[in-house]
Structure formats: C-alpha cells, structure tokens
C-alpha cells in the first residue's frame, strides 16, 4: 500500500523505485506467486458488505471499465469498446460488482472480459495463463449474471441490483436475477419496444393455400418506443421526488412509473416490467433516463425506486476514484494471474479507503479518498537524500540499459 502511495504512477517499476525494494521479487509476487487473488477479493467483499450502514437501500452495481494498451499480449486485449475513452480501441475490459449504499462504494468483485478472438485462440490463452475452465466465451451480461450469483452464494448482503443499459437491455440477464429472488434496477435505451398491455401471441391464419403457413408470432396488440410513449405524458403524469443530498444540494428529478410488457421473441415469453421514467435538469440540458425493474409500487415507495436508479452514480464514481488517486488503469501486467493479483490488491485498498470515510464520517463527513491518501503520503514520507535520488535514477538507467541491451541482441539474432 506504501508503494501505490508514495509513487507517481503505480506500476511495478515505479513502487519498487519507492520502496527501494527489489523489482524482481514485486515482479515476482504480483506475476508468478500463488497466492489467491479470489479469495482476496471475497474478503474484501465480506468485509465491505459488513462495513455498509442498512438505514437505506444497499446496491450491488455492475458495470465494466477498460484500459487502453498497446500490442496484443496483454491477456483480453482486443480491439473492442473501451468506456475509458468513450470509443472503440486496443483495451482490455472487464465486469465489476460494486456495494453502494448511498455515497459509500466500494468495488466488491470484478471479471475480466474475453473476446471471442481470445476464446478461439487456444495457444493465446495458453500463453497468458487463462486456466483451462475459464476459456468460455461469455458475454458481459453473463458476467455480470456470474457476479450476482457468487456475492449471493457468500452471504453478501444487498437489496438490489442495478446496472447500465448494455444489461437492462438483455433480457436473459433481468430473468436470471429475477429467477435468483433479487430486485434489480436495469437501465433500459430510449428504443426499447414496451407493450403499454399485455399482448396475446397467436399465429396468424393462412391467407391462402398457395402460400406457406404461418411460422411467426405475432402480438394482439402494437408495441411503442419507450422514447415515443415518454412525448404522450402530460405534466400531471409526473411526480417530483428529492432524491439525496450531494455536493451540489439536493439531488431531485421528475419521474413516472407505468407497469408495462415486453416479448422476449428468444423464447416466445411476455413479462411484466415496471418501466421508470426520470428528467433531471443538468449543466448539459435535460437528462432523460428509462429503467426497467421487477420491483412494484405496492412493495417499494417513489422514492425508494428513484433512489435505485440515480445510485449508478457511484460506481462511475468508484472508477475514477481507483483509476485517478489508486491508479487501477496503470499496471503494465500481461498475463491472467497477474492481472487478477493486481485488482485484488487495489480493490484491498479501496475497501481501506471506504472503512476510513464510514469510521469518520461524523466527524469529517466529506472525506475523499484523495484526502485519504495525502494523509497517508504526510505519514508515510521521509525525506528524499541525494544518495538516495541518485541511486533510484540509476537503478531506473540500469533497467532502461538491460532492456536496450536485450533489443539489440534480438537484432543480432536475426
């Protein structure tokens, strides 16, 4: 923890420089040693599902986040979305879990996305390590389906689930969670055809006998956009709700509820949603966001459902928390045991820094992290002797050389 703190960038070069430790024995414990990355990771979610105060609703949020790298051996590397840069690039990405319960978050579980080029690929997976049983292609809503089920099988403690629209929209992901007994908030996209009732599905008479029968389906009532159904509501089709408190006072929106119906044409099945509708006005203009969830007006209050849809928030704030001060996007590691030692260990961190915030939020109610860690740089810092400046850029120089040195003899080899 020293080391990612002290240093300016949080690779294993750079916190072995800091430490004044020996590079190759931190390469050594975050690439090759056998210590066990998920069982890190289940503490960390353990404890932070026993740190969480319950006065409110507690959220397991998935969402993923990406790195952009540079050749193709990082393990996962593809040339793929990347929500880091908002485009397509050369990145990894991976699904994470994050426990929220109002401004406390912290990253609980996470699973490392591998495009269909890599599950294809035996020899690659080989290369980077990736165990036999993990060489499935899954998508990242079945990823996310994964998280769920593991944070339940351990006794995580959460009473809803939430995410973005790349899983709202898949509807094997919303029937999965429901199967499993959980409430989720699942943002849904403004083209989301919704039945406003529940439509019967027959098969259409044959026209004539020239022509083939009937194979498909077809609906006894005509489906709409959730994006053309919100411009038929009048103003008295919404409520006012103050959501929370925030930086920028009370956060609070317009928001609508209408149960509607949906056809998973996958499998010829109708369900219920019940379909949220919320306006917030932003520095950008009106921000306009549709959810679906399982949860019902008579078990759940207005307020209760808006307050799961604005928790997303959080998770996206999570990321830059661990990006920007812990630096999760700077490791330079390339294979899977390496890379899940590396998340591990930040995620530790995250858990310490969400304790530090809850242990003293009365007193200091608007702790960051990033005032976590200058306290930590004012506690851990020793002044720097010139000896001591000298050796780390020689130490720097001589690693910078063995690599030069190992180029060139590569270029005599050939």
């Known amino acids: 923890m020293e080391g990612i703190v002290l240093s300016d960038l949080n690779n294993i070069e750079r ?17 090759e040693s056998t210590w066990d990355a998920r069982a890190v990771i289940d503490q ?64 609980v579980d996470t699973r490392l996305y591998l495009p269909k080029a890599w599950i294809s690929d035996r020899a690659r997976c080989q290369e980077a390590g990736i165990p036999h049983e993990e060489q499935v292609f899954k998508t990242k809503p079945e990823l996310a389906l994964d998280i769920i089920k593991h944070q339940l099988s351990m006794g995580v403690k959460f009473d809803y689930v939430g995410g973005g629209g790349l899983y709202g929209n898949d509807i094997a992901l919303a029937r999965g969670a ?28 044959r026209k004539s006998k020239k022509r083939p029968a009937p194979k498909q389906l077809k609906a006894s009532t ?34 609508h509820y209408q149960k509607v119906y949906i056809w998973d044409k996958n499998i010829n099945s109708v369900e219920e949603r019940l379909l949220v509708i919320s306006k917030r006005q932003t520095k950008e203009g009106e921000e306009i966001k549709y959810s679906f969830t399982n949860a019902t007006l008579a078990l759940y209050t207005e307020k209760s459902l808006a307050q799961m849809q604005a928790q997303r928030f959080f998770i996206e704030h999570n990321f830059k928390e661990q990006k920007q001060i812990i630096g999760l996007d700077q490791f330079q590691t390339r294979k899977w045991l390496s890379w899940h030692h590396q998340v591990a260990l930040n995620m530790l961190i995250g858990s310490f820094m969400l304790k530090e915030k809850l242990q003293w939020k009365d007193d200091i109610p608007l702790l960051s992290a990033r005032d976590i860690m200058d306290f930590l740089v004012f506690k851990f810092y020793k002044e720097m002797t010139e000896d001591r400046l000298i050796d780390q850029i020689m130490q720097r120089h001589r690693k910078r050389q063995k690599d030069i040195n190992y180029c060139y003899s590569k270029d005599e080899k050939w």
């Not at 932070?48 to 319950?54: F, K, N, Y």
């Not at 053309?228 to 509501?233: D, G, N, R």
């Not at 929370?244 to 956060?251: E, F």
């Open 15 to 31: 916190i072995s420089e800091t430490l004044d430790t020996d590079y190759h024995k931190l390469q050594h414990f975050i690439s």
């Open 44 to 107: 960390v979610s353990m404890k932070v599902s026993d740190m969480m105060p319950h006065d409110t609703l507690t959220g397991l949020l998935i969402d993923e986040s990406g790195w952009v790298k540079k050749g193709t051996k990082s393990v996962g590397v593809a040339h793929q979305y990347c929500g880091n840069v908002g485009k397509t690039a050369n990145s990894q990405v991976a699904v994470f879990g994050c426990l929220c319960n109002k401004k406390y978050a912290a990253l």
């Open 222 to 255: 005509e489906s709409i956009k959730v994006k053309e159904y919100l411009k038929s509501l009048a103003a008295s089709d919404w409520q006012k709700i103050k959501i929370r408190h925030s930086a920028k006072g009370i956060l609070k929106g317009l928001f």
């Open 178 to 205: 429901n199967s499993l007994g959980c409430i989720y908030m699942f943002d849904i996209h403004s083209t989301q055809q919704v039945y406003l009732e529940k439509p019967e599905l027959y098969l259409p008479e």
